[in-house]
């Protein structure tokens, strides 16, 4: 059996939701559950960052590891400080990357040419990601900028003289929250001469104001997956969920 929930938006109810009828399944005998979670939120709250915070992700974990669940799928997981998910969650874990997904529909859209075109990873945690975009297209070059994080909302972004004057440029990440990454990226990126920008996330959250905050850059194209519902979420991860599934044996 398949329970398919991305805890999105209402973050709390679809969490609610997805425990009691996970742990129901069960109950009622389902004799294999597969947990696909496409967006697993409390994932980036790993660490204790102010004394007296809880850490989220354990404590979700915690719930989890009880519902006797035999596999859980999640797509491109934040676990920078994670070392054992199979252990913290006490089930098959499998991290699905929905970056190849992002990368067909670039393939698909736009006219990507070697030597044109240059794939950015925004931080030194998006090279995973910038890696998997550049190899799906074509083997296009990559970099990685450098960002010191100051507050929720603020980031400094060092471009570090990427070369991408005259480029056309594709930013990929897993999520965008606040926006203050991406804008603070554009910004160093078109200091430097970038022509086009186009970017990718997986998880596109937009909290708050971030929607208007990406729409004032004027990006050549500004791309989500369907891990979370928004105005960007063009692009389906349901291929690497059914490509998943079937590396499981469940279909
Ligand atoms: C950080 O670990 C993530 O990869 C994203 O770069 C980050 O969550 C983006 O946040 P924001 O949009 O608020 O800058």
């Known amino acids: 059996m398949v329970y398919i929930n991305s805890l999105q938006r209402n973050v709390n109810d679809s969490l609610v939701e997805t425990i009691l009828t996970l742990d129901a399944l069960r109950d009622l005998g389902a004799r294999e559950i597969i947990a696909v979670v496409p967006y697993m ?10 004394p007296g915070e809880a850490v989220s992700i354990q404590t979700i974990a915690k719930v989890f590891s009880l519902l006797r669940i035999d596999y859980l ?23 699905i990357t929905g970056v190849r997904e992002l990368a ?12 044109e075109t240059i794939i950015i990873g925004p931080d030194e945690e998006a ?15 990559y970099s990685i900028l450098e960002k010191k994080r100051i507050s929720a909302e603020k980031v400094l972004i ?17 999520i965008i929250s606040t926006g203050g990454t ?5 910004k160093g990126l078109r200091e430097l001469g970038a022509e086009d920008i186009m970017v990718g996330t997986v998880h596109p959250l937009l909290i708050g104001d971030a929607y208007n905050k990406l729409l004032r850059l004027k990006l050549k194209d500004l791309v989500g997956t369907n891990t979370i519902l928004s105005p960007i979420s063009k692009v389906s991860v349901a291929p690497a969920v059914l490509e ?3 590396s499981i044996k469940a279909i």
């Open 41 to 50: 939120s409390y994932a980036r709250q790993d660490a204790r960052f102010n």
């Open 73 to 95: 799928i999640t797509v491109d997981m934040h676990l920078h400080r994670i070392s054992d998910p199979n252990k913290l969650f006490n089930t098959r874990f499998y991290n």
């Open 104 to 115: 067909k529909y670039f393939k698909t859209k736009h006219e990507i040419r070697r030597n």
């Open 127 to 141: 090279e995973q990601w910038a890696k998997i975009m550049s190899s799906e297209l074509g083997g296009l070059e």
């Open 158 to 174: 060092d471009t570090r003289g990427v070369n991408v004057k005259d480029k056309k440029v594709i930013i990929v990440d897993d």
């Open 182 to 186: 991406i804008v603070e990226a554009v």
């Open 244 to 246: 998943a599934l079937a």
